[in-house]
């Protein structure tokens, strides 16, 4: 048993030490380990968004944290910019080549794992893309195109200075700027490099023209020292100098108009140059400001547009939503007012069902009564009603009673002559038809439909075998 006991604790120490180990990760050279979830708080002193590692290794809590890895391979990305408006507001292309690359720096590595974590290469040369050109085009609207054309390296540097500005915000860092050509479509650097050759070439002439002409004068001087020293001994010497000399100075004198003819082409070059130069910066000017119309038309077009979006959100949109606010109160409303109406329906079918119910019940019960009275009768309904009105007898007479009982009398004047029949004086007349006045019995019994018995209606015995047969032939 103690074996089993250690075999187990044995595997539970190297199943938890290999997940352990599992969740110990290295980070290799080439990447950033991005750790996110639950950890801690950054300088600042709020929550950190995640925690990086470059060149070292972590472990990862399970359930509270999570891992992946950022790519520090260089990315390569094309940026061949056309159209783009100079300074003096003539349209360039200038294509160039951006090597970039996450960074390494804290603060760049935390912008890298917020914006950038999970998205493939091609998302990344995108984003990084829209941020070079937009840079790019900047850069060139603030510089002229013989700066952009002939002081490469301050055209990178300010390359370099605003997307390196902008690329750290999304933890990019650039690493390389390649710039191939610059072209215009007026023709503009071209015409730049043809004055650069012309001038080149004229420079050229004008030394080859000099030192030719320094190697005439040169001869010439020596010639004449010659002949200056012969033409002292022979006439024939001295004319040879002068034809020397002349021909010296007709040799010059041809220099001279080589030379002034070269610098009338290059005027003239120079002239046309100026002229086209002038010519393309007017156009370019006219379609700058044709462009910058445009622009400024589309511009309060958008913002027309923007105006009436935002009627749109703050009259329309309030009004539609009122509506539709009213329609489902009234809807509510509604079926509030219905779920009323059916529960007092409900309540009142419920009570007249009640009420159906019990006088159903009272009359079940009556009828289940008056069956055992009729069997009780010896199954004579005629009797069983007799019995029932043996019953209610005090309650009738009763009722007979009242009708007089509440009658004042404070006094009665009876004036009697003594002339009343039968013996009868007036006072006892007036009593006798003052209760004659009440109902009797028997025609309360026929204002109901029945018959009351011989024997209550005070007839002789006689009179009530006779009456009896007939009664009972009515009947």
Known sequence: MELYLILILVAVFFVTLSAILRRYKRCPSDKILVIYGKTGKNKMGSASSARC???G???????FQSY???????????????????????????????TVGISTEPDNMTNAAERLLGLSIESIQNIATDILFGQLRLVIATMDIEEINSDRDKFLAN???????????????LINV???????????????????????????????????????????????????????????????????????????????IAIANSDAVRREKEAEAARLAVAAEKVQAAKALEEAYKSERDAEVARAEREKATQNANIVVPAQIDKEKAIIEAEAEA??????????????????????????????????????????????????????????????????????????????????????????????????????????????FKMAGLELPNYLKGKPEEQQAEEGPKEQVCQ
């Open 53 to 55: 590692i470059h060149g």
């Open 57 to 63: 290794a972590s472990f990862i809590w399970p359930v």
């Open 68 to 98: 992946a890895f950022l790519d520090l391979k260089p990315i390569s990305i094309e940026c061949n910019l056309t159209n783009a408006l100079s300074k003096q507001n003539i349209r360039v292309d200038v294509p160039c080549r951006f």
């Open 159 to 173: 390359v370099s200075q605003n997307v390196e500005a902008e690329l750290r915000k999304i933890g990019l860092k």
């Open 178 to 256: 390649n710039v191939t050509d610059i072209r215009d479509e007026s023709g503009y650097i071209e015409a730049l490099g043809k004055e650069a050759a012309a001038k080149a070439i004229n420079d050229a002439k004008k030394s080859v023209a000099e030192q030719n002409r320094f190697g005439e004068i040169g001869k010439a001087e020596a010639d004449r020292d010659k002949d200056i020293r012969i033409a002292e001994t022979t006439r024939d010497t001295r004319i040879k100098t002068a034809e020397a000399n002349a021909l010296a100075v007709e040799g010059e004198n041809n220099s001279r």
């Open 335 to 444: 079926e509030k007012i219905r779920r009323l109406a059916k529960g007092e329906a409900d309540a009142i079918y419920a009570k007249m069902d009640a009420q159906a119910r019990g006088t159903l019940e009272i009359l079940s019960k009556q009828a289940q009564g008056f069956n055992q009275m009729v069997n009780a009768a010896a199954g004579d309904p005629q009797k069983a009603v007799l019995m029932l009105i043996a019953d209610k007898l005090p309650e009738l007479v009763k009722t007979q009673v009242e009708a007089v009982k509440g009658i004042n009398i404070d006094k009665v004047t009876v004036w009697d002559g003594g002339n009343g029949a039968d013996g009868k004086t007036a006072t006892s007349n007036f009593i006798s038809g003052m209760m004659k006045s009440v109902p009797p019995l028997d025609e309360l």
